[in-house]
Protein backbone atom coordinates (compact mmCIF):
# COMPACT_ATOMS: atom_id res chain seq x y z
CA UNK A 1 0.00 0.00 0.00
CA UNK A 2 0.74 3.26 -0.48
CA UNK A 3 2.12 5.30 2.47
CA UNK A 4 0.22 8.61 3.74
CA UNK A 5 3.92 10.22 4.66
CA UNK A 6 5.73 7.51 2.42
CA UNK A 7 9.35 7.86 2.56
CA UNK A 8 10.61 10.74 4.51
CA UNK A 9 14.52 10.88 3.61
CA UNK A 10 17.98 12.70 4.27
CA UNK A 11 16.15 15.57 5.55
CA UNK A 12 16.98 19.09 7.25
CA UNK A 13 19.61 21.25 8.36
CA UNK A 14 19.32 24.19 10.29
CA UNK A 15 21.86 27.15 9.58
CA UNK A 16 23.80 28.24 12.25
CA UNK A 17 26.55 30.68 11.33
CA UNK A 18 29.22 29.91 10.60
CA UNK A 19 28.26 26.69 11.30
CA UNK A 20 25.29 24.29 9.47
CA UNK A 21 23.81 22.28 11.91
CA UNK A 22 22.25 18.58 10.64
CA UNK A 23 19.20 18.67 13.03
CA UNK A 24 18.09 14.81 11.14
CA UNK A 25 19.61 13.05 8.52
CA UNK A 26 19.39 10.05 7.80
CA UNK A 27 15.84 9.23 8.74
CA UNK A 28 13.71 6.88 6.42
CA UNK A 29 10.10 6.75 7.99
CA UNK A 30 6.78 5.29 6.09
CA UNK A 31 3.88 6.27 8.02
CA UNK A 32 0.39 4.71 7.01
CA UNK A 33 -2.87 5.73 6.83
CA UNK A 34 -4.82 5.69 10.42
CA UNK A 35 -1.23 4.60 12.36
CA UNK A 36 0.16 6.46 15.08
CA UNK A 37 4.03 6.84 15.06
CA UNK A 38 5.67 8.14 18.23
CA UNK A 39 8.89 9.79 18.05
CA UNK A 40 10.73 9.78 20.84
CA UNK A 41 14.48 11.34 21.99
CA UNK A 42 15.88 14.02 24.25
CA UNK A 43 15.14 17.71 23.31
CA UNK A 44 17.48 18.75 20.69
CA UNK A 45 17.27 15.29 19.19
CA UNK A 46 15.91 16.27 16.07
CA UNK A 47 12.32 15.31 16.32
CA UNK A 48 10.58 18.82 16.47
CA UNK A 49 12.66 19.59 12.91
CA UNK A 50 11.23 16.40 11.90
CA UNK A 51 7.59 17.49 12.88
CA UNK A 52 7.79 20.51 11.31
CA UNK A 53 9.26 19.45 8.33
CA UNK A 54 6.98 16.80 7.55
CA UNK A 55 4.06 19.03 8.31
CA UNK A 56 5.45 22.03 5.83
CA UNK A 57 7.04 24.46 8.08
CA UNK A 58 10.39 23.85 7.34
CA UNK A 59 11.43 22.39 3.92
CA UNK A 60 14.02 19.84 3.59
CA UNK A 61 17.61 20.75 2.50
CA UNK A 62 18.46 17.39 1.32
CA UNK A 63 15.99 14.09 1.08
CA UNK A 64 11.77 14.50 0.57
CA UNK A 65 9.05 14.06 2.06
CA UNK A 66 6.40 11.91 -0.03
CA UNK A 67 2.46 12.85 0.53
CA UNK A 68 1.13 9.88 -1.18
CA UNK A 69 3.68 8.87 -3.25
CA UNK A 70 4.45 12.59 -4.41
CA UNK A 71 7.35 14.51 -3.26
CA UNK A 72 6.01 17.45 -1.41
CA UNK A 73 8.42 20.01 -2.90
CA UNK A 74 7.05 18.98 -7.00
CA UNK A 75 3.17 19.08 -6.05
CA UNK A 76 1.41 21.60 -7.95
CA UNK A 77 -0.17 24.95 -5.72
CA UNK A 78 -3.48 23.44 -5.25
CA UNK A 79 -2.14 19.97 -4.50
CA UNK A 80 0.60 21.66 -2.20
CA UNK A 81 -2.53 23.68 -0.58
CA UNK A 82 -4.36 20.02 -0.30
CA UNK A 83 -1.17 18.79 1.99
CA UNK A 84 -1.00 22.23 3.87
CA UNK A 85 -4.69 21.39 5.15
CA UNK A 86 -3.90 17.56 5.24
CA UNK A 87 -0.77 17.61 8.12
CA UNK A 88 -2.02 19.64 10.90
CA UNK A 89 0.51 20.32 13.65
CA UNK A 90 -0.48 20.55 17.43
CA UNK A 91 2.04 22.24 19.44
CA UNK A 92 3.24 22.21 23.16
CA UNK A 93 1.96 25.54 24.14
CA UNK A 94 -1.10 26.56 22.30
CA UNK A 95 -1.45 29.41 24.42
CA UNK A 96 1.23 30.66 21.55
CA UNK A 97 -0.37 29.66 19.07
CA UNK A 98 -3.76 31.30 19.74
CA UNK A 99 -4.92 34.31 18.83
CA UNK A 100 -5.30 36.68 21.65
CA UNK A 101 -7.60 38.90 20.60
CA UNK A 102 -9.55 36.34 18.54
CA UNK A 103 -13.12 34.66 19.97
CA UNK A 104 -12.81 30.70 20.18
CA UNK A 105 -15.66 30.52 17.61
CA UNK A 106 -13.41 32.57 14.98
CA UNK A 107 -9.84 30.79 15.69
CA UNK A 108 -11.16 27.24 15.45
CA UNK A 109 -13.66 28.23 12.65
CA UNK A 110 -12.10 30.66 10.58
CA UNK A 111 -9.50 28.21 8.42
CA UNK A 112 -12.38 25.82 8.12
CA UNK A 113 -14.81 29.44 6.29
CA UNK A 114 -11.50 30.44 4.35
CA UNK A 115 -10.94 26.88 2.42
CA UNK A 116 -14.84 26.20 1.60
CA UNK A 117 -15.66 23.80 4.58
CA UNK A 118 -18.06 25.50 5.72
CA UNK A 119 -20.01 28.95 4.85
CA UNK A 120 -20.11 32.09 6.88
CA UNK A 121 -23.69 31.45 7.75
CA UNK A 122 -22.93 28.00 8.87
CA UNK A 123 -19.63 28.66 10.78
CA UNK A 124 -21.60 28.89 14.20
CA UNK A 125 -22.98 25.51 14.34
CA UNK A 126 -19.74 23.87 12.48
CA UNK A 127 -18.13 25.35 15.62
CA UNK A 128 -20.17 23.66 18.14
CA UNK A 129 -19.40 20.86 16.85
CA UNK A 130 -16.27 20.54 17.22
CA UNK A 131 -16.36 22.40 19.94
CA UNK A 132 -18.86 19.02 21.48
CA UNK A 133 -16.17 16.75 19.84
CA UNK A 134 -13.03 18.02 22.01
CA UNK A 135 -15.49 17.99 25.35
CA UNK A 136 -15.83 21.81 25.28
CA UNK A 137 -19.13 23.68 26.04
CA UNK A 138 -20.20 25.47 22.77
CA UNK A 139 -21.82 28.25 24.84
CA UNK A 140 -18.18 29.50 25.33
CA UNK A 141 -17.46 30.14 21.74
CA UNK A 142 -17.91 33.66 22.65
CA UNK A 143 -14.54 33.69 25.26
CA UNK A 144 -11.36 34.71 24.65
CA UNK A 145 -8.25 32.69 24.82
CA UNK A 146 -7.26 33.95 28.15
CA UNK A 147 -10.44 32.87 29.76
CA UNK A 148 -9.44 28.79 29.59
CA UNK A 149 -7.33 26.69 31.22
CA UNK A 150 -3.95 25.00 29.65
CA UNK A 151 -5.95 21.78 29.19
CA UNK A 152 -9.11 23.44 27.74
CA UNK A 153 -6.57 25.62 25.67
CA UNK A 154 -5.27 22.48 23.87
CA UNK A 155 -8.82 21.32 23.34
CA UNK A 156 -9.16 24.61 21.32
CA UNK A 157 -5.81 24.08 19.48
CA UNK A 158 -6.85 20.61 19.10
CA UNK A 159 -11.02 21.69 17.88
CA UNK A 160 -8.85 24.18 15.26
CA UNK A 161 -6.51 21.42 13.82
CA UNK A 162 -9.90 18.67 13.05
CA UNK A 163 -11.65 22.00 11.87
CA UNK A 164 -9.52 21.71 8.38
CA UNK A 165 -10.49 18.27 7.81
CA UNK A 166 -6.81 16.41 8.20
CA UNK A 167 -5.43 13.55 7.13
CA UNK A 168 -2.57 14.07 9.41
CA UNK A 169 -1.59 15.25 12.89
CA UNK A 170 1.59 15.83 13.94
CA UNK A 171 1.28 16.34 17.65
CA UNK A 172 5.04 18.00 19.20
CA UNK A 173 5.08 17.08 22.88
CA UNK A 174 1.36 18.53 23.23
CA UNK A 175 0.82 17.18 26.40
CA UNK A 176 3.92 18.28 27.71
CA UNK A 177 2.70 21.34 29.49
CA UNK A 178 -0.28 19.88 31.10
CA UNK A 179 -0.37 18.38 34.72
CA UNK A 180 -0.56 14.79 34.74
CA UNK A 181 -4.05 14.06 35.31
CA UNK A 182 -5.31 16.29 32.66
CA UNK A 183 -2.39 15.02 30.44
CA UNK A 184 -4.36 11.62 30.50
CA UNK A 185 -7.31 13.28 29.64
CA UNK A 186 -6.01 15.13 26.69
CA UNK A 187 -4.46 11.39 25.75
CA UNK A 188 -7.73 9.75 25.73
CA UNK A 189 -9.25 12.40 23.43
CA UNK A 190 -6.34 12.04 21.01
CA UNK A 191 -7.14 8.32 21.07
CA UNK A 192 -10.74 8.72 20.85
CA UNK A 193 -10.79 11.36 17.75
CA UNK A 194 -7.82 8.96 16.28
CA UNK A 195 -10.64 6.38 15.78
CA UNK A 196 -13.34 8.50 14.96
CA UNK A 197 -12.03 10.41 12.36
CA UNK A 198 -9.45 7.57 11.22
CA UNK A 199 -6.54 10.17 12.03
CA UNK A 200 -2.64 9.56 11.30
CA UNK A 201 -0.67 11.09 13.81
CA UNK A 202 3.15 11.72 14.61
CA UNK A 203 3.56 11.83 17.93
CA UNK A 204 6.65 13.21 19.32
CA UNK A 205 7.56 13.43 23.31
CA UNK A 206 10.32 13.02 25.42
CA UNK A 207 8.55 10.97 27.43
CA UNK A 208 8.65 7.56 26.11
CA UNK A 209 5.79 6.02 28.85
CA UNK A 210 3.26 9.05 27.03
CA UNK A 211 4.29 8.23 23.43
CA UNK A 212 3.67 4.06 24.18
CA UNK A 213 0.20 5.08 25.94
CA UNK A 214 -1.11 6.18 22.65
CA UNK A 215 1.89 4.75 19.70
CA UNK A 216 1.42 1.58 16.89
CA UNK A 217 4.84 2.12 16.23
CA UNK A 218 7.74 3.87 18.02
CA UNK A 219 10.78 5.12 16.89
CA UNK A 220 13.98 6.07 18.96
CA UNK A 221 16.12 9.48 17.61
CA UNK A 222 19.35 10.15 18.88
CA UNK A 223 21.25 13.43 17.88
CA UNK A 224 18.96 13.51 14.22
CA UNK A 225 18.99 9.71 13.20
CA UNK A 226 16.56 7.04 14.26
CA UNK A 227 18.48 4.18 16.22
CA UNK A 228 15.29 2.22 16.70
CA UNK A 229 12.07 1.48 15.19
CA UNK A 230 9.24 -1.40 16.16
CA UNK A 231 5.68 -1.91 17.16
CA UNK A 232 5.02 -0.44 20.78
CA UNK A 233 4.83 -4.13 21.81
CA UNK A 234 8.66 -5.06 20.25
CA UNK A 235 10.13 -2.07 21.95
CA UNK A 236 9.05 -2.95 25.38
CA UNK A 237 9.88 -6.79 25.27
CA UNK A 238 12.91 -6.84 23.06
CA UNK A 239 14.64 -3.04 22.46
CA UNK A 240 17.75 -3.60 20.84
CA UNK A 241 19.29 -0.32 21.01
CA UNK A 242 21.23 0.45 24.55
CA UNK A 243 19.77 3.66 24.35
CA UNK A 244 16.11 2.48 23.74
CA UNK A 245 16.88 0.22 26.95
CA UNK A 246 18.46 2.72 28.79
CA UNK A 247 15.11 4.96 27.91
CA UNK A 248 12.56 2.57 29.39
CA UNK A 249 14.67 1.71 32.69
CA UNK A 250 14.07 5.52 33.05
CA UNK A 251 10.01 5.17 33.09
CA UNK A 252 9.26 5.94 36.80
CA UNK A 253 6.20 3.54 36.32
CA UNK A 254 9.35 0.55 35.76
CA UNK A 255 11.55 1.66 38.39
CA UNK A 256 10.63 -0.39 40.89
CA UNK A 257 13.51 -0.25 43.39
CA UNK A 258 15.10 3.22 42.70
CA UNK A 259 18.19 2.82 44.78
CA UNK A 260 18.95 0.93 41.70
CA UNK A 261 18.09 3.73 39.02
CA UNK A 262 20.59 3.56 36.99
CA UNK A 263 20.13 7.38 34.76
CA UNK A 264 21.37 7.47 30.94
CA UNK A 265 25.33 8.86 31.75
CA UNK A 266 26.46 12.31 30.56
CA UNK A 267 24.73 14.57 28.23
CA UNK A 268 23.09 14.82 24.78
CA UNK A 269 26.32 15.97 22.51
CA UNK A 270 25.94 19.57 20.87
CA UNK A 271 24.78 18.78 17.37
CA UNK A 272 27.22 21.42 16.60
CA UNK A 273 30.12 18.93 17.13
CA UNK A 274 28.29 15.15 17.45
CA UNK A 275 30.81 12.62 18.04
CA UNK A 276 32.51 10.53 15.30
CA UNK A 277 30.97 6.69 14.60
CA UNK A 278 27.73 6.01 16.44
CA UNK A 279 26.86 9.47 17.67
CA UNK A 280 25.68 7.38 21.29
CA UNK A 281 28.73 5.85 22.36
CA UNK A 282 29.98 8.59 24.69
CA UNK A 283 27.24 7.29 27.12
CA UNK A 284 26.99 3.60 25.97
CA UNK A 285 28.42 1.71 28.90
CA UNK A 286 28.68 -1.29 25.78
CA UNK A 287 31.06 1.40 23.35
CA UNK A 288 33.34 -0.57 21.40
CA UNK A 289 36.43 0.39 19.51
CA UNK A 290 34.93 0.33 16.49
CA UNK A 291 31.80 2.60 17.77
CA UNK A 292 33.69 5.45 17.65
CA UNK A 293 34.58 5.57 14.35
CA UNK A 294 31.47 3.93 12.84
CA UNK A 295 28.60 4.83 12.40
CA UNK A 296 25.87 1.60 12.67
CA UNK A 297 22.96 1.77 10.18
CA UNK A 298 19.69 0.44 10.78
CA UNK A 299 19.20 -2.94 10.22
CA UNK A 300 16.15 -5.41 10.38
CA UNK A 301 15.90 -7.59 13.71
CA UNK A 302 15.48 -11.61 13.30
CA UNK A 303 14.47 -10.33 8.81
CA UNK A 304 11.29 -8.65 10.80
CA UNK A 305 11.38 -5.06 8.73
CA UNK A 306 9.28 -3.69 11.27
CA UNK A 307 12.13 -3.71 13.98
CA UNK A 308 15.25 -1.89 13.18
CA UNK A 309 18.08 -0.84 15.00
CA UNK A 310 21.23 0.69 14.71
CA UNK A 311 23.96 -0.87 16.54
CA UNK A 312 26.88 -2.79 16.34
CA UNK A 313 26.23 -5.36 19.10
CA UNK A 314 23.61 -6.86 16.59
CA UNK A 315 26.66 -7.77 14.53
CA UNK A 316 28.78 -8.94 17.79
CA UNK A 317 26.04 -11.52 19.35
CA UNK A 318 25.89 -14.71 18.00
FE1 LIG B 1 26.73 1.42 22.07
FE2 LIG B 1 28.36 0.81 20.05
FE3 LIG B 1 25.81 0.11 19.94
FE4 LIG B 1 26.52 2.65 19.71
S1 LIG B 1 27.02 1.00 18.30
S2 LIG B 1 24.86 1.87 20.92
S3 LIG B 1 28.21 2.77 21.13
S4 LIG B 1 27.36 -0.63 21.41
Given amino acids: PVGLLDRVTGLLSRQHKPRVVQAVAGVDLDIMPGEVVGIVGESGCGKTTLGRMLSGILPPSGGSVLYQ ?10 RRREYELAVQMIFQDPYSSLNPRMRIVDIIGEGAVVHGLTTRAGKEAYVAELMRKVGLDPAYRYRYPHQFSGGQRQRIGIARALAVKPAVIVCDEAVAALDVSIQAQVLNLFMQLQREYDLTYLFISHNLGVVSHISDR ?6 GRIVEIAGTDAIFS ?5 YTRALIKELPQLRTDRRHFDPIRGELPSPLDPPTGCAFHPRCPYAMKRCEVERPL ?21
Fill in 69 to 78: GQAVTGLSAA
Fill in 218 to 223: VAIMYL
Fill in 238 to 242: RAQHP
Fill in 298 to 318: LQAINNDTRHRSACHLLEETP
